[in-house]
């Protein structure tokens, strides 16, 4: 109904966005339903999204904010608008939870390859939490799309970093044997 008649959809994301901080602290015998409501009205919004989902991060409600970003990440259409709702996964969890984080910015690096931050963050992330196969696994991609924008010599410290970890921190053969393969064809060997 509110299809056909788009001065009334708009009237109706506009008074979502306008409330949004009171709808993110709403909690009565039916707020999960009239949130759901909330979220149905505005889906094809992804600025009424956003705002929805900022509300509910700045009252403390992880849930509902989760909420809005997989809502928000089904309604990105391109691979751009999936990698920023992504980063901005990435960036809301760094706050509350950095193991959550990190595999956010990983989700990222699995979406775009040469995205610099979301490596960066990853391998930053995997390090402290010591998650030595997903950091080896994360310097593999960087390498890679380190190559594809002609840069060899960050490919080669990145593999030379995952050739370390295989040995120092993993005992992988597999991972050993790959990277300096992968070495020795980069170097013309």
Do not use: C
Not at 30 to 35: P, T, V
Not at 41 to 64: I, K, M, S, T
Not at 107 to 123: I, N, R, Y
Not at 134 to 160: F, K, M
């Amino acid at each position: 109904m509110l299809a056909a008649q788009p001065d009334v959809q708009r009237r109706a994301v506009e008074i979502v966005v306008a409330h949004a901080d009171q709808l993110a602290t709403f909690d009565g015998l039916h707020a999960e339903a009239a949130i759901t409501a909330a979220l149905e009205l505005v889906d094809h919004d992804p600025a009424a999204l956003a705002a929805l989902e900022g509300a509910f991060a700045r009252a403390g409600n992880r849930e509902r904010a989760s909420k809005v970003q997989r809502r928000r990440l089904a309604a990105a259409t391109t691979a751009e608008a999936r990698i920023a709702v992504l980063v901005d996964i990435a960036r809301a969890l760094e706050s509350h939870d950095s193991v959550e984080a990190a595999y956010a910015w990983f989700d990222v690096l699995v979406e775009a390859p040469g995205h610099e931050q979301a490596a960066a963050e990853a391998d930053r992330l995997f390090t402290l939490y010591e998650e030595w196969r997903t950091v080896a696994h994360v310097l593999e991609i960087r390498a890679e799309a380190r190559l594809a924008r002609g840069d060899s010599e960050g490919a080669l410290e990145d593999l030379a970093r995952a050739t370390d970890l295989a040995v120092a921190r993993l005992d992988s053969v597999e991972l050993l044997e790959r990277t300096s393969t992968r070495i020795k064809q980069l170097r013309g060997s």
